[in-house]
């Protein structure tokens, strides 16, 4: 017995052009997500790094013409920080900035009645530079310590007031004598741990005259 056998001349016009039709619409969409999609995503991203590239490329270029006006700049800064460091008191000689504190509260007209020496920590200060703590006892009418705090505040020194404090022990008369703690920190400079760091002045500050022998921690005075 013999096989059917399949043949498309049998077909209606029709029909073969609708098979045709539906072949071609397969093709189309093989190569449009197999082939097409591809490239544009592909397209898409490289066009997407090249405007990275481009603004990577256009800083570069903007930095690239900053860099004079920047190594200026570093220049003026490090010429700022070396007189900054040369006009410290050395921290070997901090008993100037004693006996200079000392004078200007006796001049202001009150009493240095005690004071202590704390060091503290140097973090975020050019290498070689020391803060140290100053807590000042001064007795004196309100206008006699409030000279003093004046005068220390504009002392020819780095010195920064951190923390006043007054107290009136009795009111005897209508101007009573107070006595008040201040707080203060004068920068030093070191130049041996400058240059243990390395970024130190250029050359030491120039040390001013010797001063008179002072206690590490305060007393009566």
Do not use: C, H
Request: proline letters at 7%; glycine letters at 10%.
């Amino acid at each position: 017995m013999a096989k059917p056998s399949f043949s498309l001349s049998g077909l209606a016009p029709r029909t073969l052009f609708l098979l045709a039709l539906a072949g071609s619409a397969l093709l189309l969409m093989a190569w449009y997500f197999g082939r097409y999609q591809t490239r544009v995503q592909e397209i898409a991203l490289l066009e997407s790094e090249l405007e990275t590239t481009r603004l990577t490329a256009d800083r570069y270029r903007a930095a690239q013409r900053a860099l004079p006006e920047l190594r200026e700049t570093v220049a003026r800064l490090r010429v700022e920080r070396d007189q900054f460091l040369r006009a410290l008191p050395p921290t070997a000689q901090f008993g100037t900035v004693l006996d200079e504190v000392r004078r200007n509260v006796l001049a202001a007209g009150a009493e240095l009645s005690t004071f202590t020496v704390q060091s503290g920590p140097g973090e975020g200060l050019p290498g070689g530079v020391r803060p140290i703590g100053l807590n000042l006892g001064v007795q004196g009418q309100y206008a006699e310590v409030f000279r003093a705090l004046r005068s220390l505040e504009t002392m020819n020194r780095f010195t920064t007031v951190g923390g006043v404090g007054l107290q009136m022990p009795g009111a005897t008369s209508f101007n009573p004598p107070l006595e008040g703690t201040l707080n203060l920190t004068v920068y030093t400079y070191d130049p041996s741990a400058a240059a243990a760091t390395g970024t130190g002045a250029a050359e030491a500050p120039e040390a001013p005259a010797t001063p008179a022998e002072a206690p590490a921690q305060g007393g009566a005075q």
